[in-house]
């Protein structure tokens, strides 16, 4: 068997882990990053995340045909895939071994191909960046179906499902049903959890249900999955709520009920590095493994799944080895997220009900997205943003922004909180029109303040 050295190996070709690649090989060390499918170049987010995901949820919204939607998303990530292969494979001190990386030991991993071990690679230094994989929960007659899918099975379709049944209503459920209803599909939406969007205020997930509503999708909350069966071309999922079955049918059954940290099949067995209850990597938050000169980053160590939150990890690393070690896991601040429905849910820090939760005093200020013009413009007029202020500091606490374009705008609110810049900055500040940023004018504008 082969056996090779490098001073870096990198497991798995995620965000953090591609970055880190170019950047060590551009430092002039030796690295190779380890992909075990072709098809992943790149990882998660290009190849079967965030991109195709967001490209077939443009199209549908500019009314596309399914076909052909598809067609241009197979096209950009083909496209996406071959760049990010190169821009490693034609670094002169960067190789891409293709193969799965399992552990032997602290310092020795082993390549395989189609289970058939073809090298061993030494390394002064491992950084693992596998990322996460669907959870797929247990139903009874699941082995027997063939309509079951998950988010990959789903866009790799060629013809839309007629009916489309949803198991799950966290981001990946809430952003295909969007999706397909855009191209004419009925959509049903199960989910175990009686309330729909726990984390967020009550007014606005009872916006975001009634929108998704009046675009036709269909919700089954509170319901446990008992079993599935297929009868011809259609899969009936057997569901039960207080006691009460029932079934629902559909073409296609997408399961959305979260995703788990890529470590089965990685050899950690075999090494001194301590997995979590959920399975992901433990680190601190220099992001350092349980291991010496091991590291993990991205979706395997847990907490937030998120592309930025795995560029945010290379970041650390080159603080923590090249930097002044200023930046941990610790000091990232506040995260801002956006849910790509229509219109897109947007947030980041406090919302009214954690604050109350806590018991942190606030200013909310609240405004119609009817009231914007730009919203006029785009035909779009639904939605609700909220911001709590600190009535001592007058700095930002939180913001829900339930309004096209908010994943835009939600990134002015980041900067200002990360800047602690007082709310009256984003009130006061010129912005272009006609624009949704300028909303941040009329939402923190004394009028729009809520007695409470
Ligand atoms: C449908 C969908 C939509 C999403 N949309 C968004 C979005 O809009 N915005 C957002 O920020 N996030 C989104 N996410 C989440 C985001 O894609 C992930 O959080 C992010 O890609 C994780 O990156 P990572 O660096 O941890 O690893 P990944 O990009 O997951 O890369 C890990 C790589 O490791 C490889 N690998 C695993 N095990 C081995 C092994 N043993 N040997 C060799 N290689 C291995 C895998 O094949 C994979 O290529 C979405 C996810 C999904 C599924
Ligand atoms: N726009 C984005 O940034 C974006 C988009 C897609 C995915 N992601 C990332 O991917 C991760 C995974 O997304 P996801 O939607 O799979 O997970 P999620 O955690 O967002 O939602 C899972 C949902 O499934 C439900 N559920 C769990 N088990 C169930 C069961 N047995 N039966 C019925 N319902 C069940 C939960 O109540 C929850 O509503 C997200 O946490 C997010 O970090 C991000």
């Known amino acids: 068997m082969e056996r090779r050295t490098f001073k870096n190996l990198i497991i798995g070709f995620g ?133 079951l899918v998950t988010s990959t099975g789903l866009m790799d379709l060629q013809e839309k499902p007629e009916h489309l049944l949803i198991v799950g209503s966290g981001y990946i459920g809430l952003e295909f049903a969007a999706m397909f209803l855009s191209y004419g599909s009925k959509v049903t939406i199960i989910d175990s959890h009686s309330m729909f969007l726990p984390r967020q205020d009550r007014d606005i997930a009872q916006r975001v249900k009634r929108d998704l509503e009046d675009a036709g999708a269909v919700f089954k909350l509170g319901y446990e999955i008992n079993g599935v069966f297929d009868r011809d071309e259609e899969s009936i999922l057997n569901i039960t709520r207080d006691g009460q079955a029932e079934e629902v049918q559909g073409n296609k059954i997408l399961l959305a009920t979260g995703r788990k940290p890529n470590t089965s099949g990685l050899g950690l067995e075999n090494t001194s590095i301590k997995v979590g209850e959920a399975g992901h990597i433990l680190v601190n938050e220099k992001l350092e493994t349980s291991t010496p000169n091991i590291w993990a980053l991205g979706d395997v160590h847990g907490g937030p799944q998120f592309t930025y939150t795995s560029l945010d990890d290379f970041r650390i690393i080159e603080s923590q080895l090249y930097g002044d070690k200023s930046r941990t896991l610790s000091n990232r601040g506040e995260l801002a997220s956006s849910v790509f429905i229509t219109p897109t849910l947007s947030n980041i820090g406090l919302t009214e009900t954690i604050a109350q939760a806590q018991g942190t005093k606030y200013r909310l200020f609240r405004l119609e997205a009817t009231s914007i013009p730009k919203s006029a413009v785009l035909g779009q007029s639904k939605g609700l943003l909220k911001a709590l202020v600190d009535p001592d500091t007058q700095e930002i606490l939180g913001a829900t922004l339930y309004a096209e374009e908010s994943h835009e705008v939600i990134n002015i609110l980041s900067l200002a909180m990360k800047a602690k810049l007082p709310y009256t900055m984003l009130r006061d500040h010129i912005y272009t029109h006609p624009t949704m940023s300028e909303a941040l004018n009329d939402l923190f504008a004394p009028v729009n303040e809520v007695k409470l």
């Open 15 to 147: 965000k953090a882990g591609k970055t880190l690649a170019k950047s060590l090989a551009n430092k002039g060390e030796s690295v190779a990053i380890v992909e075990q499918s072709t098809r992943m170049y790149g990882g998660t987010c290009i190849n079967i995340g965030c991109i195709p995901s967001k490209s077939l949820i443009v199209n549908g919204q500019k009314g596309e045909a399914f076909t052909e939607a598809v067609l241009q998303k197979f096209s950009l990530v083909e496209k996406l895939n071959k760049k990010n292969y190169h821009m490693i494979a034609d670094e002169q001190n960067a190789t891409v071994i293709d193969g799965k990386a399992r552990f032997l030991s602290d310092h020795e991993v082993e390549i395989s191909e189609e289970g058939k071990p073809i090298m061993l690679v030494q390394a002064e230094r491992i950084f693992i960046n596998t990322g996460a994989r669907a959870i797929l929960p247990s139903i009874l007659g699941m082995s027997e179906s063939k309509n």
